[in-house]
Structure formats: C-alpha cells, structure tokens
C-alpha cells in the first residue's frame, strides 16, 4: 500500500518510523511519503493560508500550494501504475485522498477495513479552519476523495487523526501484524464486543490476584469467563454496542457495529 501525506508539519510523521509501523515500512509492505506543502507555495515567504473570504477569524489554506502538490502525487501515481502494468501487473485503481476533518464520516473499524483494502491512500493534513473548499472540489470532481473525522472533538489539525487512521489501516495490510488472529480477537473485530481483561505472571501482585480460572487450565471455562467479562464490559462502558439479543430489547436484526 502507498500512503502519501501532504502536511506543513512533516515532523509529526517521524512517529510511523517506530514499532509495528515501522517495521512494515522497511518491509516494504507500507510506502509513506510525507510532503511538506509549504515547498509547494512558490511565493518568498511560503504562504500556505490567508484570510477568509468574507471575513471571521482565523485562517484558510490557500488552494495552489494544494494544487501544485496534489497534481504531483496524482502524477506520480498514475505514471508509476503506468510502469507497473508494463510489467504485467494489475494497474492501479485511482488514489483515494483523504482530508482529517471534524465535518467528515466518522472513522471506525469498518471504515478501517474498508481502506485497508486500497491500494494507494493520500492523506491531506489542513489545520482545522479549514482548506479551501474549491480544493475538495476540484479533487472530487477529478477522482475519490472523503472527509473523516475521528470524532466529535477538535484538533488542531489533521496530523495527529492521520497517523492515528493510517496505524488502524496499516496494522491491517496483510504481513504487517504477525500473528493475523490477533487481529480477529480484538475489540470491534468480528461481534463488536470490547475485550476481555488481560493479565499475567505473577499470580499475586500487591495482594491482588489473577482471577483463578485462568490458572485452572480448563479451556472451556476460560472462553465462558472472557466471553462474560466482554458482555459485562461493554454493557457498562458502551451499551450502544451491544448486539440487541445482549441488549434485554425483543430480538431483532443483529447489529455487531
Ligand atoms: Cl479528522 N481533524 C481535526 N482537525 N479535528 C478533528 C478530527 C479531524 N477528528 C476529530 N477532531
């Protein structure tokens, strides 16, 4: 998967070089390229924002900067699908470009699935006051583009949610997670339940003790007791994703997520 990142703060991605998303990094199994958008405002001091159209606070990213910078990426894209399908490979199918917005679908598992399966992501960073619009037009008119956001809360900008959807996406790259049940047994995986507790040796720690069924090595009671610690879980810190037969409510639908 290539994942490209136009930001004015590159530095915030030096965190994909560390752990699991790293290491898929130097495999070759994720390709990031970050660009600093500012290289792509070609006046003397580097504009990338000025005021808004009709006035109120704060600033707007200007749209050329955006444009130059995303034509590139776009470009690039299309000219090394053109090498690859020279080769004898499946070309590939347009980039979707995503802009972190706190307007945009709610990012999720399901959505994470979802753009796992793709094979070229762009990520477009602006800082919350907002992009241009004519940009998301430009591009949506041009190709795919989707505004997500993280959830209901504000950021500054669209760094940090990026390198928060690009590590659920990655992780779920086939090869960048080593052991691929790890991935089925996870919260909001398969039931949408949230995960059991988990603990390990030593058996006592400051008087408090690894619930005794775990150490009892009788399988079928260890499964029983995680499963009802994982209903009980989520029926205290998140009812709504309980499916409805857990729920006390007349059965219906399943709804896992
Ligand atoms: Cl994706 N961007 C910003 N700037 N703020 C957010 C967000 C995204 N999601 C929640 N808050």
Redesign the pocket.
């Known amino acids: 998967m290539r994942i490209d990142v136009v930001t004015i703060f590159p530095g915030y991605f030096d965190a994909l070089e560390l752990s699991l998303l790293g290491k898929a990094k130097h495999k070759g199994l994720i390709d990031v390229r970050v660009h600093d958008l500012r290289e792509h405002a070609h006046d003397k001091h580097r504009t990338v924002d000025d005021t808004p159209a009709g006035g109120g606070a704060g600033m707007v990213m200007k749209p050329e900067p955006w444009g130059v910078c995303l034509d590139g990426i776009l470009d690039s894209a299309a000219s090394e699908a053109a090498e690859a399908s020279d080769a004898a490979q499946v070309p590939d199918p347009d980039p979707l470009i995503i802009f972190?917005?706190?307007a945009?679908d709610v990012f999720n598992q399901r959505m994470a699935r979802e753009l796992a399966e793709e094979s070229h992501l762009v990520f477009g960073c602006g800082r919350?006051e907002g992009i241009d619009q004519r940009v998301f037009d430009e591009y949506s008119a041009r190709g795919r583009v989707r505004l997500?956001?993280?959830?209901d809360?504000?950021?500054?900008?669209?760094e940090v949610?990026s390198i928060a959807m690009i590590e659920a996406i990655g992780r779920l790259v086939p090869g960048v997670v080593g052991n691929p049940q790890s991935l089925v047994e996870e919260s909001h995986e398969e039931d949408g339940l949230l995960e059991y507790p988990s603990y390990t040796k030593p058996a006592s720690w400051r008087d408090r003790e690894v619930p005794p069924v775990l150490l009892g090595g009788n399988h079928k009671a260890i499964e029983a007791w995680r499963t009802e610690q994982r209903i009980e879980r989520t029926r205290r810190v998140r009812p709504d994703l309980l499916p409805r037969e857990l729920r006390g409510e007349p059965r219906g639908r399943h709804v896992a997520e």
Do not use: D, E, I, Q
């Open positions: 972190p917005s706190p945009g919350y997500v956001s993280l959830g809360y504000v950021l500054n900008g669209g949610a």
